[in-house]
């Protein structure tokens, strides 16, 4: 997928649904392009904070996994020009997220955290 394909995020609930196309094609870029320059994301223990680390963390991830199940993501909850968009993992991982509207109308996440549910033995 390259840059010119590449459709905006016109809605904050569009955000779950472009990151997980882009991580499915394996388009580390495409998800560094749906943050803001300075966003910040945390899983777990790592924090990648600005385009140069999320862009690492991403495609050492994508480097180990190669698919990524559709998410369940209810409808963001807005305030104005910034919105918190939620996803829950088949997994039961939890992924919440703020979002803002930039000045052309689309949206783009300025952090963006996975809370990683502890593992249970014998079920994961």
């Given at each position: 997928m390259n840059k010119t394909d590449r459709?905006?995020?016109?809605e904050p609930e569009d955000l779950a649904r472009l990151f997980n196309e882009r991580?499915?094609?394996?388009d580390a870029e495409g998800l560094v392009a749906l943050y803001e320059?300075?966003?910040?994301?945390?899983?777990?223990?790592v924090v990648a904070t600005g385009h140069t680390e999320i862009?690492?963390?991403?495609?050492?991830l994508l480097a180990k996994r190669s698919n990524f199940p559709a998410v369940d993501a209810p409808p963001a909850l807005?305030?104005?020009?910034?919105?918190?968009?939620?996803?829950?993992?088949p997994n039961g991982n939890v992924s919440v997220e703020a979002a803002r509207q930039q000045d052309?109308?689309?949206?783009l996440w300025f952090i963006d955290q996975?809370?990683?549910?502890?593992?249970?033995?014998?079920?994961d």
């Open positions: 459709k905006a995020a016109h991580a499915n094609a394996g320059p300075d966003a910040v994301v945390a899983v777990g223990e862009r690492t963390f991403y495609t050492d807005r305030n104005g020009s910034v919105a918190l968009t939620f996803a829950r993992l052309d109308g689309t949206w996975l809370k990683l549910r502890p593992l249970t033995p014998g079920k």
